[in-house]
C-alpha cells in the first residue's frame, strides 16, 4: 500500500514536472515608434536597429528565455496618442519592458504611466534634457544635445572668435543653442547673433543670407536630422558662405550619416561633434555597419538613430541576463544605472546611476571624402564619458 | 450640396437612436482592454458634432477648428500644471470658455467670406495659434509639450487611473451631454435657420434673417464644444502638446466627418469610429502602409457612395426596403 | 547705406526665386480648380512624382537635365490623363466636401506608394555642374541654380500667357471659365477640354516640383506639407487666373523673405498673418473671378 502511495506520487511528480519542461520563459518587450507621419524615417532607422540586434544576439539570451517584440506606430509627435499605446502595450500586451520613442513629447507623455505601472523604459532616442527625470522608471542610452553642444563650443573659442548660431526653432534647438552659446562664450568667444528658424520652414536662404551679411567666423547650426539639414547645408553651398569663410559648424544631427550622401559636396568640411559616426574605424563599429549594410542594403549607413536603438537593446539583453528571464521592475532600474558597454559602436558608454541618463564619448568629426562617398571622420576624442552638461549646470 | 436635410419636423427619438449608447455602455462592460482607445473616440466624437453643426448644418468650411480644440486642451493643461486648479469640471469650463472667445473674435472676420477664402483663413488661423503655442515655450512646454497635468478625481471620488475607466465613463456622460443640446438645437428654429442659411443665404436675407448673427452665435457655439472635447483630450492622457494645433488634426477630422457623413448628426458618431478603428488595426498590422489603407477606403468611399457611410447605409436600406 | 542697398538686393532676388517656385507649382492647381471647379487638393501629389520622376532619370538613368525636366512634364501630364478619365471624371457633379475627401485619399494612397517605392530619405538631387556653384553678376554673387530658376520660370509664364492669351486653346478656356453653359451651346467639347487642361495644369505641377526639388525636398510626406503653401498662393491669387498667382507669388514670395531676413522671430507668423490680411482685403482673391 505504502509502495502504492510513494509509486503514486512520484508518478505524479513526474507529470508534473513533464508539464512545466525548463520553463520557457518570454520576454515581452514593446516598441513604440514612429512609422508613418513625417517621423517615420526616424522611426525607421529606430525599428531597423531593434531588429537587427535581436537578430544577432539570439544568443545572448539566457536559455530557454525568449523575447517577443510588439511594436506599435506612434504617428508622429504625438503626446497622446504615445501614451495611449504605452497603456494598451502594458494593460493589453503585458508587456515587462518598454523602448523606443523617436520624439520628447512622446517621452514626456508616457513618462506618468511608466511610474505608475512600474515598466522600465529606455529610451532609444527622444533626447529631452528633463524628460529622464520624469519618472524613476526610465532611463537613456541615447543622447543629449548638450553633450554634442557645449564641448563644441568650448572647442570653437578656441580657434574662432566670432560666432553665429542658427537653430530649429523647438526645444532641442533651444538646448543645443544655449550649450553652445555658453560653451562658446566660456571660452572666450563672441557671439555675433543668434537666430531661430521655424520648423517647417522650407527655404532657409533668407536665413542664411543674414548671417553671411553679419560675417561671423564661424556659423553654429542645429537641426533634426533630416531634409531640414540637408536643405540648411544646400543653402550654405549655394550662397558661397564657404568662400566667404565662415566656417559652418554643428551637432552631428547636420551630417548625419544616413542622409549625409544626399547633401552633396557642400558638406565637406563640416565640422561636428557626435557621439557616432558611422565612418569610425573601432572594429565594433566596423562589423555593425557591415552586419547593418548586408541586412538592410549596401548603399544604406545607418544613423545615430540605428545605435541608440542598438544600445537600448543591448541594455534590456543585460538585464533579462542579470535576472535569467524573470523581469522585475526595481532589479531592472538597477542593474540599468550601473549599465556600461564598450562594445557599443559609439565607443564606451554608460549610464549615470544619479540621473539615469546616458553618458556618452564625444568625437570631433569632419566631413571628407573617403572612397568616393562622403562620410564623417573622427579626427579626435573630445571626450570618453560626458554627462549631460544641462544637469550639471544645475548642480552649481 | 447633396445630402439630406438635417431639419425634421418631428424630433422624437427614433429607436435606431438608442444604439450608440448602447454600444458604448455594452464596450465599457464587454472590452476593459480596449477603453483608452473608446475615450479617443468618445472624445473625437464630440469634436466631430461640433463640426458637423458649422460644416453640415451652416455650410461654413473650415480647415481650422483645431484652433478650438488646441485652444481647448492647452487651456486645461496650464490650468493643471501652471496654476493648480485640478478640479475637471473647472477646467471643462475654462476651455469653453476660452475656445467660445476665440470662435467669437475670429467668426467675426472669417463668416464674412465664403468658399475657398474661407477655408485659407480659418486655415491660416490655426497656423497662427500653432506658431503662437510653440514659441511660449514656458506657458505651454512648446515642442516637448505640457507634462505634470493633474487631474482631481470627479466628484472628488472617481479617479483618472491607469485603466482609463473613469475617463471613458467622463467622456462619454460629456459626448452625450453635447448630443442631447445639439439635437435639440437642431431640430429647433434656430437649427431650421441654419439650413436655411446653408441651401439658399439671399433668400435668408431676403427674408430678413439675421444671418451673421446666426452664423457667428453656432460658429460660437461650436468653438465652445471643440474647446471642451481638447480639455477631455488632456484630461485622458494627462498630457498636451503641440499636436493639437494646426493643419494636421483639422483635416483629420474634416476626413473623419465627410466618412461619416456630413450634415447628419451620426455622421460625426460613425466617422471618427470607423476612422479611428481602421487606423488602430491597420497601424498594428501593418505599421508603414495603413495609410494605402485609408486613403483606398476613402477613395471607395466616395467613388461609390455619396454622403458617406450613412449615405451608404442609407442607400443600402433603401434598397432593402424596397425589394420587401 | 552700401550694406542696406545690398541686402535689399538680396532679398529682391532670393524673393524672387522662391515667389517663383511657389508660382510654378502652383499655377496648375489656380487653372484646374478655377476652370474645372474641382477642389484638387491632390495637386501636390502631381509635384511630388514630376520630383521622383527628376531624381530617378538623374540618378538612376543618367539623362541629362533637361530631358529630364521635359519628361517631368510629360509623363505626369500622362499620368494624369489616366487618372483623369478613370476617377476625377466620376466626381466632377460631386459637392466640394466629396471632392475633398477623395483627393485627400489620394495624397494618403501615393504617400504611402512613395513610400514603398522610394523609401523614406528625402531623394537626392543631383544637379549638372552647369547649374551649380555662383553665377557673378555686377560685382556680386548669385547662387546659379537660383537665377536658372528665375530665367527659366519667367520663359514658362510667357509660353503660358502666350498659349492663354493668344490661341485658340486658350481662347476655348477662357470662355469655359467664364461661362462654361454658354461655351457648350457654342459648340466647345467641354470634356475634352478639361481632360487637355487638366493634364497641362498637373504636368505644370510635375515640372514645378522638379524645377523645386533641390531646394523644397521631395519626400514621400511633400502633398501634405506643400498643400498650405499651393492653396495660399492660389486663393489670394484668385481662382482661374494666371496672373494672379503669379502676383501673389511674387508677393509672398518677397516679403517672406524680407521678414525672415529683417524680422527672423516672426518668420514662421508672417506667411499667415499676410494670407489673412491679404483675403480680408481682396476676398476674391487679387485678380480672382470666383470665390
Known amino acids: 500500500m505504502t509502495t502504492n502511495k510513494i509509486l503514486g506520487a512520484s508518478l505524479a511528480a513526474a507529470a508534473l514536472a513533464c508539464a512545466f519542461p525548463a520553463a520557457a520563459q518570454t520576454v515581452k518587450i514593446g516598441l513604440i515608434s514612429s512609422y508613418s507621419g513625417p517621423g517615420a524615417a526616424q522611426g525607421d532607422q529606430i525599428d531597423k536597429g531593434v531588429k537587427l540586434y535581436m537578430k544577432l544576439n539570439a544568443d545572448k539570451l539566457p536559455p530557454g528565455v525568449k523575447v517577443e517584440l510588439i511594436s506599435r506606430d506612434d504617428t508622429g509627435a504625438n503626446g497622446d496618442v504615445a501614451k495611449r499605446i504605452a497603456q494598451e502595450l502594458i494593460v493589453r500586451d503585458k508587456v515587462q519592458i518598454l523602448t523606443g520613442v523617436v520624439w520628447t513629447p512622446n517621452m514626456a507623455a508616457i513618462a506618468p504611466l511608466t511610474a505608475e505601472a512600474k515598466i522600465p523604459f529606455v529610451s532609444a532616442n527622444a533626447s529631452g534634457a528633463k524628460v529622464v527625470g520624469m519618472s524613476p522608471y526610465m532611463a537613456r542610452v541615447s543622447f543629449t544635445l548638450c553633450q554634442s553642444a557645449y564641448p563644441l563650443g568650448q572647442w570653437a573659442a578656441k580657434k574662432y572668435k566670432k560666432a553665429y548660431s542658427a537653430v530649429s526653432d523647438f526645444a532641442p534647438g533651444h538646448e543645443a543653442e544655449g550649450c553652445f552659446i555658453r560653451g562658446f562664450k566660456e571660452g572666450g568667444g563672441e557671439m555675433t547673433g543668434s537666430v531661430r528658424i521655424p520648423l517647417a520652414n522650407p527655404d532657409f536662404v533668407p536665413f542664411m543670407q543674414r548671417i553671411k551679411d553679419a560675417k561671423p567666423d564661424v556659423l553654429f547650426a542645429f537641426n533634426p536630422a533630416g531634409k531640414q539639414a540637408t536643405a540648411m547645408m544646400k543653402a550654405y553651398g549655394d550662397l558661397g558662405m564657404d568662400k566667404a569663410n565662415i566656417k559652418y559648424l554643428g551637432t552631428g544631427d547636420i551630417t548625419t550619416d544616413e542622409e549625409l550622401q544626399g547633401m552633396g559636396d557642400a558638406a565637406l568640411g563640416v565640422i561636428t561633434v557626435h557621439h557616432y559616426s558611422a565612418a569610425a574605424e573601432r572594429p565594433a563599429n566596423k562589423a555593425f555597419v557591415a552586419a547593418y549594410k548586408k541586412e538592410y542594403g549596401a548603399d544604406l549607413n545607418p544613423g545615430f538613430m540605428v545605435v541608440g536603438a542598438w544600445d537600448a537593446m543591448d541594455a534590456i539583453y543585460g538585464a533579462i541576463r542579470a535576472q535569467g528571464g524573470k523581469i522585475d521592475p526595481d532589479k531592472t532600474m538597477e542593474f540599468l544605472k550601473q549599465y556600461k558597454s564598450t562594445t557599443s559602436p559609439r565607443g564606451p558608454m554608460s549610464i549615470d546611476p544619479e540621473t539615469r541618463d546616458v553618458i556618452n564619448p564625444e568625437y570631433l568629426r569632419e566631413v571628407r571624402k573617403v572612397n568616393g562617398k562622403l562620410a564623417n571622420v573622427e579626427l579626435e576624442t573630445i571626450t570618453t564619458a560626458i554627462k549631460d552638461p544641462l544637469k550639471e549646470f544645475e548642480k552649481k | ?188 428654429p434656430f437649427g431650421a435657420a441654419l439650413t436655411g442659411i446653408r441651401e439658399n443665404s439671399v433668400r435668408m436675407h431676403a427674408v430678413g434673417a439675421p444671418v451673421f448673427g446666426r452664423l457667428l452665435a453656432v460658429y460660437t457655439f461650436s468653438a465652445m464644444v471643440a474647446g471642451i472635447a481638447g480639455a477631455l483630450l488632456t484630461q485622458t492622457n494627462q498630457f498636451v502638446g503641440l499636436n493639437v494645433l494646426g493643419f494636421e488634426p483639422s483635416g483629420e477630422l474634416l476626413v473623419m466627418l465627410i466618412l461619416g457623413g456630413v450634415g447628419r448628426l451620426y455622421g460625426a458618431f460613425v466617422g471618427p469610429l470607423v476612422f479611428l478603428i481602421a487606423q488602430d488595426y491597420l497601424a498594428r498590422q501593418f505599421p508603414e502602409y495603413w495609410y494605402f489603407g485609408i486613403g483606398l477606403m476613402l477613395v471607395i468611399v466616395v467613388l461609390f457612395a455619396r454622403g458617406g457611410i450613412l449615405g451608404i447605409s442609407d442607400a443600402l436600406v433603401a434598397r432593402l426596403r424596397g425589394k420587401a | 547705406m552700401e550694406a542696406f542697398l545690398s541686402s535689399l538686393v538680396s532679398v529682391a532676388f532670393h524673393g524672387v526665386a522662391y515667389g517663383m517656385i511657389l508660382y510654378v507649382i502652383s499655377v496648375g492647381l489656380s487653372v ?52 483623369e478619365r478613370l476617377l476625377y471624371s466620376r466626381l466632377y457633379g460631386a459637392s466640394e466636401l466629396e471632392q475633398v475627401l477623395f483627393t485627400i485619399g489620394l495624397i494618403f494612397m501615393s504617400v504611402a506608394l512613395a513610400r514603398l517605392i522610394y523609401g523614406t530619405l528625402q531623394a537626392p538631387v543631383v544637379l549638372p555642374d552647369y547649374l551649380k556653384g555662383q553665377f557673378a553678376l555686377l560685382g556680386r554673387d548669385f547662387p546659379a541654380y537660383r537665377v536658372f530658376l528665375i530665367l527659366f520660370s519667367a520663359g514658362m509664364i510667357g509660353v503660358l500667357w502666350f498659349g492663354v492669351e493668344r490661341t485658340l486653346w486658350g481662347a476655348m478656356v477662357r470662355a469655359a471659365v467664364d461661362n462654361r453653359a454658354m461655351a457648350q451651346a457654342i459648340g466647345i467639347n467641354t470634356k475634352r477640354l478639361f481632360t487637355i487642361t487638366f493634364a497641362v495644369g498637373s504636368g505644370l505641377a510635375g515640372l514645378g516640383g522638379a524645377l523645386g526639388a533641390d531646394i523644397i525636398a521631395i519626400q514621400p510626406t511633400y502633398p501634405f506639407e506643400q498643400l498650405v503653401y499651393f492653396l495660399i498662393v492660389v486663393s489670394v491669387g484668385g481662382l482661374g487666373s494666371l496672373r494672379g498667382p503669379f502676383i501673389a507669388a511674387l508677393l509672398i514670395g518677397i516679403t517672406d523673405t524680407a521678414c525672415k531676413y529683417w524680422v527672423p522671430q516672426f518668420g514662421a507668423f508672417f506667411i499667415y498673418a499676410a494670407t489673412i490680411g491679404l483675403l480680408l482685403w481682396r476676398p476674391m482673391g487679387l485678380f480672382g473671378k470666383r470665390a
Open chain 2, 1 to 188: 450640396m447633396n445630402h439630406p436635410v438635417g431639419y425634421n419636423a418631428s424630433d422624437r427619438l427614433r429607436w435606431t437612436e438608442w444604439l450608440p449608447w448602447a454600444v458604448a455602455l455594452a464596450v465599457f462592460f464587454l472590452l476593459p482592454d480596449y477603453l483608452s482607445l473608446g475615450a479617443r473616440v468618445l472624445t473625437y466624437i464630440l469634436f466631430a458634432l461640433s463640426l458637423d453643426l458649422i460644416l453640415g448644418y451652416a455650410g461654413i468650411i473650415t480647415l481650422g477648428h483645431a484652433a478650438f480644440f488646441g485652444l481647448g486642451a492647452y487651456v486645461t493643461g496650464i490650468l493643471s500644471a501652471k496654476l493648480g486648479v485640478t478640479d475637471p469640471l473647472l477646467q471643462m469650463l475654462a476651455s469653453a470658455f476660452a475656445a467660445g472667445l476665440l470662435g467669437l473674435a475670429t467668426g467675426a472676420l472669417v463668416l464674412r467670406t465664403h468658399g475657398l477664402t474661407q477655408l485659407m483663413l480659418t486655415l491660416a488661423v490655426a497656423a497662427v495659434c500653432l506658431e503662437i503655442a510653440n514659441k511660449a515655450t514656458p506657458l505651454t512646454g512648446g515642442a516637448d509639450g505640457l507634462s505634470g497635468v493633474t487631474i482631481a478625481p470627479i466628484l472628488g471620488y472617481f479617479k483618472f487611473d491607469m485603466y482609463g475607466r473613469t475617463a471613458y465613463l467622463w467622456c462619454l456622460a460629456l459626448v452625450f451631454a453635447g448630443w442631447y443640446v445639439i439635437r435639440r438645437l437642431i431640430y429647433s
Open chain 3, 32 to 83: 484646374t480648380m478655377g476652370l474645372m471647379g474641382f477642389t484638387n487638393l491632390a495637386h501636390g501629389v502631381f509635384a511630388m512624382a514630376g520630383g521622383y520622376i527628376l531624381v530617378t532619370s538623374l540618378s538612376r538613368f543618367n539623362l541629362p537635365f533637361p530631358l529630364a525636366l521635359a519628361l517631368s512634364f510629360l509623363v505626369v501630364a500622362a499620368a494624369s490623363v489616366i487618372l
